[in-house]
């Protein structure tokens, strides 16, 4: 894959001419236009972004400050009542975002995706390469694209400009073109580059990507977001050219269960997954109800009635993200954990990573630097009721025997 990426540049795709023959003369009688045979060569092309370099850092400001303004107003995350369970394991992946993402479900009208897109005001910025289609990291080689990594081998100082994690959505209908990125053909026969219009996995790289109702997801873009998923890159092939980029995100799918079940391949690569149910407790959903048409009256003035909560909570986001690398578990509760995933025949060792990234991020929000079992048990039921086989004949649910099994093995 390293080799496809750090491809050398050439001049132009017809570089190569018709070889002559003897005795060749325009008067000459010759061979058949058709039975002219090119000698057969492996063109190797420059890549080029179609879309237009960025400003610089004064206009990119301007721009998102712009942005914000004309944007649509969105629930602030402090303001949802409840469902604790969802929101933690969403706080949890963007602490890691190498946990592998959210898998949420439950009945309609419980707003999932409200807390999902609510999100957004809580992310934390990152460095990126100013004007680059990838938001490549200027220090990590692993999300850089292809022309980022040239112009760093070609000793080029690169423009870096911080900015906000982006969460993109994928709608249901999207055509695979628009979530890989096409090439545009004409551009590569007439002047020799790979001239590529990136896709949504492109914009999602270091960000967010949200799919909702991701059970009733087409299974071709199922595929392209298992193939993503799985090695971190995009590959777009068309007309015997192929181009590929970094595509690492924070995968986030919602559904309802009664619409149909989930791709167990899919399934499997959601780092946690949390279920949400209808709140049953009359009081909750009446201040519920009511916080809402606040929002609706004056979104602006609800807004601002949780400024101080949200920059709380967001604080406590970056300081968590920059402490997570001190944070330590005994070796005794990693023995643990993996004992339940065996105990569980849970497949793979998936469970074992997952289950200890989302403890360490829970000690990182915590303000802890040393895991507890109080932090497992908190975590270990949203990373393993997923993964166990199904039984038809079970009653009991799935995160309910994960959590009858820790404290077997934890006691």
Not at 87 to 95: F, Q
Request: glycine share 6%; with cysteine.
């Amino acid at each position: 894959m390293a080799a496809l990426l750090g491809s050398s540049t050439s001049p132009s795709l017809f570089s190569s001419r018709i070889p002559s023959l003897p005795n060749f003369t325009p008067h000459q009688s010759t061979l058949p236009f058709r039975d002219l045979r090119l000698p057969k060569q492996t063109h190797r092309l420059r890549v080029s972004n179609v879309a237009a370099p960025a400003a610089d850092k004064a206009a990119a400001a301007e721009k998102l400050a712009r942005a914000k303004a004309s944007q649509r107003p969105v629930y602030p995350f402090s303001a949802i009542v409840g469902q604790d369970e969802m929101k933690l394991c969403l706080l949890l992946n963007v602490i890691d975002p190498k946990i592998g993402g959210v898998m949420i479900m439950g009945d309609r009208g419980t707003g999932k995706s409200t807390t999902v897109r609510s999100l957004v005001d809580l992310l934390p910025e990152i460095r990126v390469v100013a004007g680059d289609s990838f938001n490549s990291d200027p220090s990590d080689p692993e999300t850089m694209g292809s022309d980022v990594r040239d112009r760093l081998s070609r000793g080029e100082d690169l423009p870096v400009v911080t900015t906000k994690i982006t969460m993109v959505d994928l709608p249901l209908g999207a055509t695979e073109d628009r979530v890989c990125g096409t090439i545009d053909i004409e551009k590569a026969l007439t002047d020799g580059v790979k001239a590529f219009e990136p896709g949504l996995l492109a914009k999602a790289n270091r960000g967010i990507l949200y799919v909702d109702e991701v059970n009733l997801l087409d299974d071709h873009l199922v595929d392209v977001l298992l193939d993503s998923a799985a090695s971190g890159w995009n590959t777009v092939e068309r007309e015997g050219i192929s181009i590929s980029h970094p595509a690492r995100f924070i995968l986030i799918g919602s559904g309802n269960p009664e619409e149909g079940e989930l791709r167990p391949q899919l399934l499997d690569r959601f780092g946690m997954h949390a279920q949400v149910g209808t709140v049953r407790d009359a009081e909750l959903r009446v201040k519920i109800v009511e916080e809402r048409a606040r929002f609706d009256r004056d979104p602006k003035g609800f807004r601002e009635s949780y400024n101080a909560e949200q920059e709380r909570l967001q604080s406590q986001i970056a300081v968590a993200r920059e402490s997570l690398s001190a944070v330590e578990m005994d070796h005794d509760l990693r023995v643990k954990i993996s004992k339940v995933c065996a105990e569980l025949n849970v497949d793979g060792l998936r469970g074992d990573i997952v289950t200890n990234r989302a403890a360490k991020a829970l000690a990182a929000l915590k303000g802890r630097e040393r895991v507890s079992a109080e932090d497992i048990a908190t975590v270990i039921p949203n990373c393993l009721r997923h993964r166990l086989r199904k039984d038809p004949l079970e009653s009991i649910d799935s995160g309910l025997l994960v959590t009858e099994k820790f404290y077997e093995v934890f006691s």
